[in-house]
């Protein structure tokens, strides 16, 4: 394997679909660029939609990275491709975190942004959908930080937080299951991305 070390780099994951795992890697990749870093954005998998966002934000293209596709052998040169002339490379994920393809010819998990965190020994930001939890929160993610230890969870982002008393809550329970809460994000009702039946609305549409 050729080695990635050289490039900082995370995997942006998520418990499930529809926690924000765009959103806030959108987020993330803007803001980073905002500083002056050269951004290399990836998408875990085959969607074209999501890059369009992440493009947007670093100002440079967003690149798939899809094992199923591609093979194992072709995912660490495709990454050092993108990642060309960037200062850090983030990568979206796809699905839950070990969400993989599920087919008899392959392992549990094929493909999963899990197999893919391992591969480039990236950590992971979990992206977790807070908005109908309180102490739970731990529990949820003691089990992702737990279910594999090749899996590096380096921290979460609280998405959807309620109120400040909401926010105290989820951050006490996490810092006692020992998982850094590297931010929150509030839940704002009239901010949202509209979606249809294969995921987002594409950018090109919204501008």
């Known amino acids: 394997m050729v080695s990635t070390h050289r490039i900082p780099r995370i995997v942006v994951a998520a418990p499930s679909s529809n926690a924000g795992k765009t959103s806030i890697t959108t987020g993330l ?18 969607d074209y939609i999501d890059p369009g966002y992440h493009g947007l934000a670093a100002g440079r293209p967003g690149r798939n990275l899809d094992k199923w596709l591609v093979g194992e052998d072709r ?14 490379a983030v990568v979206e994920g796809v699905m839950g975190l070990f969400d993989g393809a599920a087919h008899a010819s392959v392992e ?3 493909g999963s942004t899990a197999q ?19 102490r739970s ?30 926010e105290a809550i989820l951050r006490e329970a996490l810092g006692a299951a020992g998982v850094p809460v590297l931010g929150a994000v509030r839940r704002i009702e009239d901010l949202h991305t509209p979606s249809r039946h294969l995921g987002l609305v594409p950018a090109a549409e919204r501008s």
């Open 29 to 46: 990749i803007a803001a980073l660029t905002g500083r002056g870093l050269t951004v290399s954005p990836h998408k875990v998998g085959p």
């Open 137 to 166: 929160v731990a529990a949820l993610v003691h089990g992702f930080a737990t279910f594999d230890p090749a899996v590096r969870i380096g921290g979460v982002v609280l998405n959807r937080v309620g109120t400040d008393r909401h």
């Open 116 to 134: 893919l965190a391992t591969h480039l020994q990236a950590p992971v930001v979990l992206v977790v959908d807070a908005a109908s939890q309180a």
């Open 75 to 88: 995912i660490t040169p495709l990454f050092l491709h993108g990642a060309r002339g960037a200062d850090v």
């Open 108 to 110: 549990p998990g094929y």
